[in-house]
């Protein structure tokens, strides 16, 4: 199978030269281009034809979540990998709106980073567990735990993917314009969804979502517990959100 290619683009001249030293050591992946701004990401990316990219939220002369939506617009098959200082959920809905699969924390172990690439290559969305903590703490409030779930084994791709997104944190609208739909038509899915998993409410699907595995984060969150999967590569760890708990 052919290596990862992963674009690193951030301002910080050093803490870019220890992104790529940190990849440069990891077998099955490669880095194929660095960039110090966001004209410079776009004035590359054709070339490089990186399948990943770490972007910093605060890059210049355009932030990160700009610059996701204009590498989505220009290379759609590309996956973004948003890197912030801060621990904001609010930032981390933005980046998922702009098209982003992960938001991570620069102080993300080495470990997390490395993971991170290779879960978001297999497709899953990665969040820094600290945030995660923040947005799922919001659902936890009024989530009814007591709440028998089902199973999500009936839900098409299209109700996973939305239920992903619920989880999280995104709003209705939110997804709605992540998706390039109406909110009407989001409403529909998430009526469907409410009834195939025994839900009623939007706080109670996140949770449903993250019980299930829909949902993974970087790093192991309380509640969490290192699963291992392997497709033939290099092993990777995940953390999967035990079911159980």
């Known amino acids: 199978m052919n290596p990862i290619r992963l674009m690193l683009v951030d301002d910080n001249d050093l803490f870019r030269a220890q992104l790529v030293k940190l990849f440069e050591s990891e077998v099955g992946i490669v880095v194929v281009g ?3 701004d966001s004209w410079n990401v776009l004035s590359q990316i054709d070339k490089v034809q990186p399948d990943i990219v770490m972007v910093s939220l605060s890059l210049t002369p355009v932030d990160g979540i700009i610059s996701t939506k204009l590498i989505m617009r220009r290379r759609p098959s590309t996956k973004v990998i948003v890197l912030a200082a801060r621990e904001e959920p609010r930032w981390l809905s933005q980046a998922i709106q702009a098209g ?16 991170a690439v290779r879960m978001t290559t297999m ?16 659902y936890h409030d009024v989530a009814d ?7 999500s084994e009936s839900l098409t791709r299209r109700e996973r993917e939305i239920l992903e997104l619920v989880g999280l944190g995104l709003s209705r609208s939110e997804i709605a314009e992540r998706l390039g739909c109406s909110r009407r038509t989001v409403n529909t899915h998430l009526t469907t969804i409410f009834i195939k998993i025994g839900v009623r409410n939007l706080a109670q699907a996140a949770v449903f979502a993250v019980k299930h595995e829909l949902v993974r984060w970087t790093g192991a969150p309380e509640n969490v517990s290192p699963h291992v999967v392997s497709d033939g590569n290099p092993v990777v760890e995940e953390c999967a959100v035990r079911a159980d708990q």
Do not use: F, P, Q, T
Request: no cysteine; hydrophobic share 40%; charged share 25%.
């Open 34 to 36: 660095e960039a110090s």
């Open 100 to 115: 982003a699969a992960g938001y991570l924390s620069k102080s993300s172990s080495a470990a997390d980073l490395r993971a």
């Open 123 to 138: 497709g899953w969305s990665v969040v820094d567990k600290a945030v995660g903590r923040r947005v799922l703490g919001r």
């Open 145 to 151: 735990g007591s709440e028998i779930y089902r199973s």
